[in-house]
């Protein structure tokens, strides 16, 4: 299910165009859409008319059939893509297109394709995606380019100054709404949270969602780079994550489909180290997988034992779905007492005087040192630590996440 942000709105209509030389099709979906929905639907049989059409018309999601008379699908939606750059092309394909159609993903930047005969309500549910994706990407753009012109304006500094704190100010409450609480306990399973930006607000981010059969879903995340722009671009963490709600799933595949969103979604250069941890709360299993967030720490108190959980795979938003490998994923089981601890590089890299890290072994010195200690104080003394390593001076994003049972 899509969960809308509050700032994803749409001002007018939706429009749809159909494209395919079947008047039989296009008849079929504008007569659904019109009845199932409130889109104002354009259809056409000739690819060439439709491209006159819709220059005064912008259309806000594109179905288009592959095989058709003057010029294909994929032709099609790459010439309108130069009009329109953000709008979400869908294909419509016979089974024998799909390699086309995958192709055109990478070629062309198709957000969707359907294979004939088609599922209503599987094609509705890709439009409103489509609508979603669209409206969230020209949102990111606009508050991301509105942010950087400010600062570019050094000379204008000072009569800029209120501007931008309010400016801070409504990023910050976006990205305060997209966090849920930092403290759960869902059937004895608690999670809890602490997180520092580096700024007024950054880029680190985590998020539970329920699953099915009695299994939570944890996602601790750190986007590339911090303050508003990384902050902004947690909309999509949130937004790809919450598909899974409620559903049976994997860890590996919430990572890729989080990646198919992030990928197509995100600003050049801006990527997302991600961790996705399957709890059961009935067994207290936890499956993980880890795309790029530093090796958490396992404590188990009643074996006086601290083991780093080596798990490795890579970051979101950086290649294409077919060839993201989200990397192995392991299995343990939380013991009473036992302490799960994610992090975010924000405290393995935090440096001394000296440019040195306060990396792993540091860490691990203090779990081991104190870990009769409970878990709010244990994490309490690791900030301490990190921040006397680093002579309080300013740090990065900082994000520190405990998984415990009772």
Known sequence: MMVPLETETISRTPVIAVIDDEEMVTKSIESFLMLE???QVLTFQSPVAALQCLKKTPPDVVIADFLMPEMNGLEFLNELKNQYPDVPG???TAYADKENAI????????????????????????IQNGLANKSLKTTLKEKIKEIDNVLRQRDELFKLHNILNEEMAFAKRIHNKLL???????????????YKPALEIGGDFYDVIPLKDNKIALLVADITGHGIQAALCTALLKFSFSEFYNKDTTGEQILKGMNQVLFKGLPDNIFAAALVVIIDTATRECTMHNA?????FLIQRQKQN????????????FVKETIYDPGPSIT??????????????????IRD???????????NDVLENNISLDNKKLCELIQKEASQFNNHNKMDDLMIVNVSGN
């Open 37 to 39: 929905t409130d889109y």
């Open 90 to 92: 869908v294909l419509l």
């Open 103 to 126: 192709k055109g993903i990478n070629e062309v930047g198709l957000f969707q394709y359907i294979q004939k005969p088609w599922d209503n309500d599987n094609l509705k549910m890709i």
């Open 180 to 194: 849920p609480p930092n403290y759960f306990n869902i059937n004895d399973i608690i999670i809890d949270t602490t």
């Open 292 to 296: 790029g967030i530093p090796h958490p």
């Open 306 to 317: 601290v083991e780093k959980i080596v798990l490795n795979g890579l970051v979101l938003g």
């Open 332 to 349: 343990i089981q939380l013991q009473k007492d036992d302490m799960l601890l994610i992090f975010s590089d924000g405290l393995s890299e």
């Open 353 to 363: 005087k000296d440019n040195h890290f306060f990396g792993d072994h540091r860490l």
